[in-house]
């Protein structure tokens, strides 16, 4: 199988200063821009249940050519380029380490195939893609780690194809029972350590995508049951898809 390619690209200076959020990312991570125990068998499999959950339980047809924002060492991506009518994955961060070095072997540890996907370095506040250009942008574990997550939407919506949906997972979302252990402490990057459902739809409808809410629940046995119902509650696990609708 052909291997991903790479795109040499210079970034210039954001002025939402993208490198703090990968640099959040990679203190949080056992490995950089991976979630953490992504390099577990448990941990990996957790991670490869998602995909199929998107697709299959969600209903969302993840098709055409694709953006990862924020991609770090891009298991996303890996994942989604087993999909047979997905053509193309173009990979992004703000870290051109994390792409070079840390993408590569995602890619061969999950058998991604790569002859689908390009890697090039990219700031997600100021995407240097034409308009109208994607089916589908996705992100993991990002928004809630943006300065400015109002214009990380604008652009992922000034990418998409009219009809193109942009979907964001896990994502930490507060529920409605609040933890006695109270919110984690910042990192870097962070303006909060999450965000409520309303701030997220307000995000959104600001940015012109109608939000859609779906519940992820990738347990299994009595577990799943269980979640079904505390899910919301006790803790908040979802994807967040939105739309673009209309013309540009």
Not at 117 to 122: L, N, Q
Not at 180 to 189: A, D, E, K, S, V
Not at 215 to 226: A, C, E, I, Q, T
Request: glycine fraction near 8%.
């Amino acid at each position: 199988m052909p291997e991903s390619r790479y795109i040499e690209k210079k970034l210039p200076v954001s002025p939402f200063a993208s490198a703090r959020s990968t640099a959040a990312r990679d203190e949080r991570s056992g490995t950089p821009g991976e979630p953490e125990g992504a390099r577990t068998d448990e941990g990996q499999a957790q991670l490869a249940k998602f995909v199929p959950y998107l697709t299959k339980k969600c209903g969302l047809e993840i098709r055409g050519r694709v953006l990862e924002i924020g991609a770090g060492a891009a298991w996303f991506s890996a994942e989604i380029s087993k999909l047979p009518k997905v053509v193309e994955i173009v990979a992004t961060d703000f870290s051109t380490r994390l792409l070079q070095e840390h993408a590569p072997r995602t890619f061969k540890r999950l058998r991604a195939n790569e002859a689908k996907i390009t890697r090039m370095p990219a700031d997600f506040y100021r995407l240097d893609f034409p308009a109208n250009h994607f089916d589908f942008v996705v992100c993991s574990a990002l928004l809630n780690h943006g300065v400015n997550v109002p214009q990380v939407l604008r652009e992922a919506r000034r990418v998409l194809k009219p009809g193109g949906q942009f979907i964001a997972i896990r994502e930490p979302v507060k529920p409605l029972v609040k933890s006695r252990r109270g919110r984690p402490p910042l990192t870097p990057g962070q303006s909060k350590p999450f965000y409520s459902l309303a701030e997220y739809q307000d995000f959104f409808a600001g940015a012109g995508l109608e939000l859609t809410v779906k519940r992820v629940n990738l347990s299994s046995g009595f577990k799943y049951y269980f979640n079904q119902v505390v899910n919301g509650l006790t803790h908040f696990r979802c994807a967040l898809v939105g739309t673009k609708r209309g013309k540009a």
